[in-house]
């Protein structure tokens, strides 16, 4: 089993990309948002969106859900798959190992004016400061791009249409390096 695992900011085009490469590999794709929305049914029985789930229950219950969805969507199960990480779930567990060395890491990265137009057209997240929503997205891109740069194989500009930005991210996958022992690439892409 290998995993191709997509990193990014909130509205970078993670699902929409991992969705179209995932059928290109003929893997499956998995969701990290969604399959947190599925843990939390399964504890509850409610039918609830992550961003009810967190304005709801708080960041404690969500972070107890987004630990478990990363495990499942990372590990078990055969064949190979593509994974869409929540943006900041990659800040919140590459520190203690849980994403490096579990799959091939690509960033997907995006100017900050395309991002909040993208993100606005939704609402602010319900993470996001409601007295200035945008200096503490800015604030967040900051905070977690280093992370993603330091955790990710590749970067993909993501600035373009979704089938072009899966097209390039599969072709990089597929040509990528064998493995070191430490999980980091033998050689640079």
Same mark, same amino acid.
């Given at each position: 089993?290998?995993?191709?695992?997509?990193?990014?900011?909130?509205?970078c085009g993670k699902s929409t990309v991992g969705r179209i490469a995932a059928r290109s590999l003929g893997a499956s794709f998995r969701d990290s948002d969604k399959v947190l929305e599925d843990v939390h049914r399964e504890r509850t029985g409610e039918r609830k969106t992550f961003r009810e789930i967190y304005r709801e229950r708080g960041e404690e219950y969500f972070r107890d859900l987004e630990r478990e969805a990363l495990?499942?969507? +990372?590990? *078990? $199960?055969?064949?190979? /798959?593509?994974?869409? +990480?929540? *943006? $900041?779930?990659?800040? /919140?567990f590459a520190a203690e190992g849980s994403i490096e060395g579990s799959g091939f890491i690509v960033y997907l990265d995006l100017p900050e004016e395309i991002l909040w137009e993208r993100m606005s057209r939704q609402g602010p997240p319900v993470y996001l400061d409601p007295a200035d929503p945008r200096a503490d997205f800015r604030r967040s891109l900051e905070e977690r791009g280093p992370v993603y740069e330091r955790i990710a194989d590749i970067r993909v500009d993501a600035?373009?249409?979704?089938?072009a930005i899966a097209a390039e991210v599969v072709a990089r996958f597929r040509a990528r390096p064998e493995k070191a022992p430490s999980g980091r690439p033998a050689e640079e892409v």
């Open positions: 089993m290998v995993n191709l695992i997509l990193v990014g900011p909130k509205a495990e499942r969507c +990372l590990r *078990g $199960g055969d064949g190979d /798959r593509v994974v869409a +990480l929540g *943006g $900041g779930t990659p800040v /919140r600035d373009g249409r979704p089938e």
